[in-house]
Every structure is written in structure tokens, then in C-alpha cells.
């Protein structure tokens, strides 16, 4: 009798076991993780680590997209760290250049607007080794206009919603650019 009940008991403990490694990679495979650490740490698709919360944008912020300390070492305020895939990584003092056909940045707009214009401030802009097909910019993989010089460009979006992913793709096929600045601005096109 006592080796039937060791037997029930073992085959329990096995049985729990195997529940609870099967729980434990069904939560490795599924983590419960906020966005930017998805993004960083298990998709790879941002390459700065904004910190928590820190994808979120109020609209007309205008951010730089250099170092966090500028040659001198002094902190640079409103730093843009939402970048993803297909820019340089170091020595971004002047601006982040693109390192491939496809760069990423990613927001997630505190509200949601039916007018937001993409600003861009393109600092360096040279197709000269490539002809000049310009820069396609897409938001959440719809095409809303080229950039073909130098300067600040706004282009318009329409509506955004609010607490979700915004995806802006930047598509160089042949030219290279510097990004200074973007920011997403409710309101008017200039003419």
C-alpha cells in the first residue's frame, strides 16, 4: 500500500512539474513587458533604449536626434531615443545619419488628432554618387510624401490615435541624409 501511495505521489510531483516547465515557456515565449522593452530587449527593433513610458510623445515636442551630451559633455535636452533600425549609432553630433534603405522612428501619441503634420530638419542630403530619387516617408506603411533636399520638410499625416504605435519609416533606396530634428505637430500646413 505505502509503494502505491509513493507511486501517486511521484507521478503527482512529475506531473506538476511538467505543468509548471510548460507555464514557464509559455511565459518566456509570451512575456507580459511594457512596449519599449519588447521593442529593445526581444525584438531588436529600437536600437537607443528610450526607458519606460518613454515612446509616449505629446504632439509638437521637437526632438533632436544626436548624443545625449553634447561634445563638451554637456546634456542635451529633448534627445530623440525612439529610433529604430537603419541609423547610425555613435557619433551623432550633428544629426543621425541613415546606415541603410529603411530607417525607423516610433511614437505613441498621447492623444489622438484627426491633423498632425510630420516635421523633418534634413541637414545633409547627397544623392549625387546615387541619382536623385529622394527619401520616401511612410506612416504605419502608408506613403505621405518625399523629402528631395536639404531643409525642413512637413508633411502631412491626418489622423493619428492615441496610445497606439505609430510607425514612420524613412525609404533612401539612393541618397544619404542627416536627420536633425522631427517632431509631429497638430495644425496647418505652411504654403
Partial sequence: MRKNIARVLLYAACAVLVVFYILVLWWGKNPKVGTEYRMYYLTHELTDWPGYGNLKYTFGTKEICTEHKDRNGKEQSNVCSRKGQGWQKTKRYEGTKNTDKDSYIYYIPEESSDNIYLVCDITEYDTTAFGDKGIEVYVNDKLIGNIDSK???????????????LTVKFHADNAEYTLYSISLDKGQAET
Fill in 151 to 165: 531643409g525642413t520638410t512637413k508633411l502631412k499625416v491626418g489622423y493619428v490615435s492615441g496610445d497606439e504605435l
